[in-house]
Nanobody, 131 residues
Framework: QVQPVESGGDLVQPGGSLRLSCSAS????????IGWFRQAPGKDREAISC???????YYDDSVKDRFTIFRDNFKNTVDLQMNNLLLEDSGTYYC?????????????????????????WGQGTQVTVSS
C-alpha cells in the first residue's frame, strides 16, 4: 500500500501563499488519483482538490481559482499551490491516495470528493492563516 506523507504547512498571513507537497517514499504517485482534503477544528473533513491519473484536475468551489494541484514529476510529489489564502483556509491538510478502482479515470469526476474512495491517508500538515 502506498503511504503518503504531507509537508509544507505553516503559519501565513491572509493573502499569502503556501505550497504543500504529498510524497510517498519508495513509490510513485503517478499510478493513482491523489486527493487533498482539509479539516478545520470542529468541522468535518472536506475534499478540496484531486488530480486524476490522466492529469485532469478537480476543485471544490471554495478554492477554485486560488489553489492549483499538480504533479511534480522530478520530485515524485503531488503539490498543492495555495494562493490568496483566507482565514477560513486554516486547518489540517491531508493527502490521500485514491483507490485504483473507485478513482480510475472513469469514476474520478464524480467520486473524487468521497473520502472512502481513498485507500490511504497521510498524517496531515497544519496550515494556519492568521494576521
Amino acid at each position: 500500500q502506498v503511504q503518503p506523507v504531507e509537508s509544507g504547512g505553516d503559519l501565513v498571513q491572509p493573502g499569502g501563499s503556501l505550497r504543500l507537497s504529498c510524497s510517498a517514499s519508495g513509490n510513485t504517485l503517478d499510478d493513482y488519483a491523489i486527493g487533498w482534503f482539509r479539516q478545520a477544528p470542529g468541522k468535518d473533513r472536506e475534499a478540496i482538490s484531486c488530480i486524476a491519473k490522466n492529469g485532469y484536475t478537480y476543485y471544490d468551489d471554495s478554492v477554485k481559482d486560488r489553489f492549483t494541484i499538480f504533479r511534480d514529476n522530478f520530485k515524485n510529489t503531488v503539490d498543492l499551490q495555495m494562493n490568496n489564502l483566507l482565514l477560513e483556509d486554516s486547518g489540517t491538510y491531508y493527502c490521500a491516495v485514491g483507490s485504483p478502482l473507485w478513482l480510475s479515470d472513469y469514476f474520478v469526476p464524480t467520486h473524487w470528493p468521497v473520502a472512502n474512495r481513498y485507500d490511504s491517508w497521510g498524517q496531515g500538515t497544519q496550515v494556519t492563516v492568521s494576521s
